[in-house]
C-alpha cells in the first residue's frame, strides 16, 4: 500500500510516527497536520516514516509549544490506513476516540464567574 509522507513522497507503508499534544486554549487532543496546522482529527495527522520527517514534526513541535499553542508535545507509533494513520497503543486510541466523560456540562465558566 502507498501512502503519502510528511513531505508529500509516496511511501511503502511501513508504520510510523504522528506529532500529538493539547491545544493549550482548550486543552483539546490536536494532532500535527499539514501546513503546520494543528487539527482535532486524527485523519488529518501527518505521518512521520523517516528520521528526517520526525525531526521535522520535533522541530514544528517544540516552536509551537514555545508560541503558547500546545502543550505536551510527542510522537507515538501508527499504522497507515488508507482512513488515516491507525494508533498502535490503547492510550492513543482512547485520545484519538474522544473525551471519556459526559460532555453534557458544557465548558466551565470564565474565571470571573467562579470568584463571585
Request: aromatic letters at 4%.
Amino acid at each position: 500500500m502507498k501512502r503519502e509522507s510528511a513531505n508529500g513522497a509516496k511511501n511503502e507503508a511501513r508504520g510510523g510516527k504522528v506529532m500529538t499534544a493539547n491545544r493549550l486554549r482548550d486543552g483539546a487532543v490536536v494532532y500535527l497536520a499539514n501546513g503546520g496546522a494543528w487539527s482535532e482529527r486524527i485523519t488529518d495527522a501527518l505521518i512521520a516514516a523517516t528520521d528526517a520527517e520526525v525531526r521535522a514534526l520535533e522541530d514544528r513541535a517544540a516552536a509551537d509549544e514555545r508560541a503558547l499553542l500546545v502543550v505536551e508535545t510527542y510522537l507515538f507509533d501508527v499504522d497507515p490506513k488508507p482512513d488515516g494513520p491507525a494508533p498502535l497503543s490503547q492510550r492513543e486510541r482512547i485520545r484519538a476516540a474522544g473525551p471519556t466523560v459526559g460532555t453534557d456540562f458544557g465548558p466551565p465558566p470564565p474565571a470571573s464567574r467562579l470568584t463571585e
